[in-house]
């Protein structure tokens, strides 16, 4: 069983190269299949799921690797209640989203955890 390792974004895209760096990380690590990615979007991180991205730093790395993440077979996940979530539009991705007591479960569950 490979460990799973939870990829926890919450700096903002608008503002910070982390988010995109994360997600490159997260797709890189995930095409290896030695460890299980779940990539966890929380706060303004949420906007990395936008239909438009164009105003975020390092905006090609959303492009080319959020769909990577998602196609490697673990779930983007998203903070329950944004207010990120209402004006993303059509999100290039499929995502969930859940809650702080499933976030805390899924941090235990983790054997690694990466915080961007």
Sequence with gaps: MNPRVLVLVTSDPRTSARPAEAIRIAAGVGTWKKADITLYLRGPAVLALGEWVDDLVDEDNFTRYLPIVAGSGGPVLVQRGAAELD??????????????????????????????
């Design 87 to 116: 004006g993303l539009g059509d999100s290039p991705v499929a995502f969930e989203a859940i809650d702080d007591a499933r976030l805390a479960e899924l941090a235990a569950a983790s054997e690694s955890v990466l915080r961007f």
